[in-house]
């Protein structure tokens, strides 16, 4: 044993790709496990974080460098959470430093101190201070404020400019002062709910209000519930029991979910404070909302796919809506799921959660077939509103205008005279998905990618949707020199523009990344949308997901026949669940609602059975179709992707990998490849995959650390950029 002022040994997870941990010298006492800390690494220093005190080291004594610096004087993160991290890394074979670090905000991660900045907090001066009547807002702003002094962030959410603020500091009724928040304890607030009324819940949604309330320890519960069946009724029930017995609560959503109107439901019902974690905050406004989450001052965090990896004081309740969307899983660096850590870290901390979704996952179903989620079912809306009426339109022999057949625009028609709104939804953006020249066949395709340009009129350019390079429309044919060049295929704009002449005296709204890429752009459209400046919608799936436009009564998908025969295997699951959530835009409040679906394949079995039967119905028998092939759910995947802009290289890499790792594989582990990606250009890299396949998981972690040994010693590897992603929701 050494003496106390003797140094000793830390082991610290550093951001740098490398699947190891480190080990530093340090003078006692030691920082903890969860502190950060500075080394030395080569020429470098970084900030680098204690995961353990090892009592030896693989590394001699002499060659070992010592920290230069402590930086925190109690840990960032609890004993739990670092022990989930740990876990991550060895399920997903992650570069350790790149999985500790993705639970720290930016700023924690460039060694700024865990300390909320000082704020601007506004003071009532005289609590007896009175305005005007008719000075509604500046009224409501002194009401808000003889509770206690708030930050102008915490007035503007509650609807309080800064000009109403000045208003009142200029009467010297109200005074702004520097300081640093304290941190709140909301636990003895008296009135937890706000006055709002809370709807009389259907039976089917009091059930399951009360089984997930009478649960006790880690309980997952799957809600399937169709859409507009209140699962949110159910959540802000359910976690109103959680937040009165003092204990906070994480809810997850999808990227493109977190709209200031889901925001407001729960501001609308709770009297508690709220954060949000997502990706469009700055890097200070996220370390506020981090370090509100970690000491317990905030009660309800909504946040994107991250915000699962953040600290908790007192985590009670985990709800995950839209469970199946795509964006729970990262795709890039520390490829996780949130889902499934989510479901982790429940576990660990002995609490209950909810996943839900008007169209499951198949991981999820399957979980739920198998008994080890709970399942929840809401198969009605409650009140007057009703479901809506399925149609598919046949294509075939049909004369198109700009992609819409006169039967639908004839429906659009009559929907418009009735005074309701209409949408239309078609998944490519810009005027038309190739360019080609009428006269000799060129087409204009992407230097850098195996893929056609995308013809956009608004602003005119050629645009390559994958790997993003533009450049101007060419004036005529670089191939045979006539100016004959036409699109082929349908974009948003093209509709929008069918639209305007077939439908002139409408107003028609088209909702796409190129038309929301301004901040606050989005929002002033769904606005327009809501106070019907607009009567016909048109977008891509930006538009199907979590909107609530209770005009709408037609909803059309211009074209469903991509899905049907694309090459992955999640293609028709994803296509189900995209149908369903744009399907669930019609109809919602009172007024009926009409899906309309076109298609060159009326008969085939998936539309069916999704336009006849439901997502339910689709999912059983595609679960079955998955079994029959031992894909996932019933089977587990691992993918290692590599690219380089040589693709002999690529290949090389690959194929050694395989002649080394075949041999040494048991019989149950499938080994696929190597793949070419489906397109195999992208960006000027050339790519290609190896699939690796078992029914067990243990299995395919061995084969998977078997694969990484290899690689390591490999010179061919040093050449190409590869990855590992366990699980992958997405084949390239
Ligand atoms: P989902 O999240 O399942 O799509 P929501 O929770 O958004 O559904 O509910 C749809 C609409 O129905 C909302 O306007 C909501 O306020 C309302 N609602 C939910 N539950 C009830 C109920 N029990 N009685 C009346 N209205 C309800
Ligand atoms: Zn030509
Ligand atoms: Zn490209």
Same mark, same amino acid.
């Given at each position: 044993m050494s003496t106390s002022s003797a140094p000793a040994l830390l082991r610290v997870a550093l951001p740098v790709p490398l699947r190891r941990e480190f080990d530093y010298l340090c003078t006692p006492p030691l920082p903890a496990p969860g502190c950060r800390v500075t080394v030395p690494f080569g020429a470098r220093s970084l900030t680098a974080l204690v995961l353990s005190h090892p009592s030896e080291s693989e590394v001699a004594l002499g060659k070992l460098k010592a920290i230069t610096a402590q930086l925190d004087n109690s840990p960032l993160l609890a004993k739990a959470e670092l022990k989930l991290l740990a876990w991550a890394t060895q399920y997903y074979l992650h570069a350790p430093g790149e999985v500790y670090f993705q639970a720290l905000p930016t700023l924690l991660r460039k060694g700024e101190a865990a300390a909320y900045r000082s704020s601007s907090y506004w003071y009532l001066l005289d609590e007896q201070a009175t305005v005007p009547e008719q000075a509604i807002k500046q009224q409501q702003a002194l009401t808000l404020l003889r509770k206690g002094p708030l930050t102008r962030g915490e007035l503007q959410v509650r609807g309080i400019s800064s000009a109403i603020l000045q208003a009142l500091a200029k009467k010297q009724l109200i005074e702004k002062r520097e300081q640093i928040p304290e941190p709140k304890d909301w636990r003895h607030t008296k009135q937890l709910t706000t006055e709002e009324d809370k709807p009389h819940l259907t039976t089917e949604q009091a059930l399951a209000v009360s089984l997930i309330q009478s649960a006790h320890g880690f309980s997952p519960f799957l809600l399937e519930g169709i859409t507009g069946s209140g699962k949110t009724e159910v959540y802000l029930q359910v976690m109103e029991a959680v937040l009165k017995a003092g204990r906070q609560v994480l809810v997850l959503v999808p990227e493109i979910g977190l709209t200031p109107q889901t925001i407001a439901r729960f501001q609308q019902r709770f009297n508690l404070p709220i954060s949000t974690l997502h990706s469009a905050m700055n890097e200070r406004e996220r370390l506020d909302a981090w370090l509100s989450c970690r000491d317990g001052s905030t009660a309800i965090v909504i946040g994107t796919r991250s915000a699962l990896l953040t600290p908790f004081a007192r985590l009670g309740l985990i709800i995950i809506d839209e469970e199946h969307d795509t964006s729970f899983k990262q795709q890039e660096g520390f490829r996780y799921h949130a889902r499934d850590l989510a479901l982790l870290r429940a576990h660990q901390l002995d609490i209950p959660i909810v996943l839900g979704s008007a169209t499951p996952s198949f991981e999820s179903l399957h979980n739920a077939a198998q008994g080890k989620y709970q399942l929840l079912t809401l198969s009605q809306r409650p009140g007057t509103a009703t479901v809506a009426e399925h149609l598919l339109l046949d294509s075939r022999r049909v004369q198109m205008h700009a992609g819409l057949s006169p039967q639908l625009i004839e429906l659009l028609g009559q929907e418009l005279t009735k005074g309701n709104q209409v949408m239309l939804f078609l998944n490519r953006r810009g005027y038309a998905p190739a360019l080609l020249c009428h /006269?000799? /066949?060129?087409l204009a395709d992407c230097e850098r990618c195996d893929a056609h340009f995308t013809w956009h009129q608004s602003p005119s350019r050629l645009h390559c949707h994958h790997c993003d390079y533009q450049r101007p429309l060419p004036p005529s044919c670089p191939q045979c020199g006539q100016a004959q060049l036409i699109g082929t295929g349908l974009g948003t704009e093209q509709v929008e523009q069918a639209l305007m002449g077939l439908f002139p005296q409408y107003g028609i709204i088209r909702i796409d990344r190129d038309n929301t890429r301004r901040k606050g752009s989005l929002a002033q459209h769904l606005e327009g949308i809501r106070n019907g400046q607009y009567q016909i919608l048109i977008g891509t799936q930006m538009l199907a997901k979590g909107h609530h436009f209770p005009d709408v009564t037609l909803v059309a998908m211009l074209d469903a026949d991509g899905a049907l025969f694309a090459s992955d295997f999640r293609a028709t699951e994803r296509f189900a669940q995209l149908y369903i959530q744009v399907a669930g835009r019609a109809g919602r409040a009172s007024k009926p609602g009409q899906v309309v679906l076109q298609t060159h394949q009326p008969e085939h079995a998936l539309l069916q059975d999704l336009a006849n039967q439901g997502y339910q119905h689709f999912a059983h028998s595609a679960l079955q179709e998955r079994q029959a092939a031992q894909l996932p759910p019933f089977s587990f995947q691992a993918l290692f992707r590599a690219q380089a802009t040589n693709a002999k290289q690529v290949h090389t890499f690959l194929y050694e990998l395989v002649q080394q790792l075949q041999p040494q594989l048991p019989a149950t582990v499938l080994c696929l490849g190597p793949l070419s990606a489906q397109m195999e250009r992208k960006a000027g890299q050339y790519r290609y995959q190896l699939l690796l396949q078992a029914s067990n998981r243990r299995e395919l972690a061995g084969a998977c650390r078997l694969a990484l040994a290899i690689i390591d010693s490999l010179v061919s590897a040093r050449k190409v950029r590869w990855s590992l992603d366990i699980d992958p929701s997405e084949l390239w």
């Open positions: /006269g000799c /066949g060129w």
